[in-house]
């Protein structure tokens, strides 16, 4: 049985949908996970797709790049993803726009504080210049964040992995944190999720209440507008 299944993963490894099947597969058995759970948070699809994911490559040693060659087709995904995140903006047109200026103002706030106390954080723990450049972008959607640490002289491949790992923190422990905090709004939980956990807090929300996946998205489109924009500059002006 074990031979028979070894020489299943050798030929399955060297096609190009390799990678597709298996994040595929992986995904829908953390969905089922996440499903029977009662979508519990610590259930989180993504965080289980990650693990399961990571084990299989490094248990099979499968390299990086033979996987990648098939998981290209979900990545490319991503962006259409990211954009169908509007269509719930759109709905609630007339509702954002009496509250434009307060969602800017939030948003600016909320960008600040994540990159702020990320490199004071940082800083205070004697990490290097470069090491405090990539945590900068830790709150933007990984590939938007890869963009700019490499404006800001870090290093992209770890700012995406520092961006996928706040999602994931975001998306667990948000729930236990706004409930402690006695935050019910699901707008505000919404926005507050997509502000510091990007977009695996955005599809968290999604899950949880319309209105507060709503939010989520508008707060993910902001922070990636404002922090391409402003942290380029800050970083010059310090």
């Given at each position: ?52 994911l ?58 600040t ?21 990539s ?5 933007v959607?990984a ?21 996928v790992l ?29 502000t ?40 010059r002006?310090?």
């Amino acid at each position: 049985m074990s031979n028979s299944f070894v020489e299943l993963w050798v030929y399955l490894s060297a096609t190009p949908l390799f990678g597709l099947t298996l994040t595929l597969s992986a995904y829908l058995l953390a969905l089922a996970l996440y499903q029977r759970s009662g979508h519990a948070p610590w259930a989180n699809p993504v965080l289980w797709t990650v693990v399961t994911l990571a084990g299989l490559l490094i248990l099979s040693g499968t390299p990086y790049p033979r996987y990648f060659s098939g998981a290209q087709f979900i990545h490319f995904l991503l962006g259409p993803a990211v954009v169908a995140l509007g269509w719930p903006l759109w709905q609630r047109r007339a509702e954002l726009r009496q509250r434009l200026g307060v969602v800017v103002i939030a948003a600016l706030a909320g960008g600040t504080a994540a990159a702020g106390s990320a490199v004071l954080i940082g800083w205070a723990l004697g990490l290097p210049p470069e090491l405090l450049r990539s945590l900068a972008p830790k709150s933007v959607t990984a590939p938007v964040a890869m963009g700019i640490a490499e404006q800001l002289g870090g290093i992209p491949a770890l700012a995406a992995v520092l961006a996928v790992l706040t999602g994931l923190t975001g998306a667990l422990l948000g729930k236990y944190l706004f409930d402690l905090m006695g935050i019910t709004l699901p707008q505000a939980r919404g926005f507050a999720l997509g502000t510091a956990s990007h977009g695996i807090g955005a599809a968290r929300a999604l899950q949880v209440h319309p209105d507060a996946g709503a939010y989520a998205g508008l707060a993910l489109s902001l922070q990636v507008l404002l922090a391409a924009l402003l942290m380029p500059l800050a970083a010059r002006l310090i």
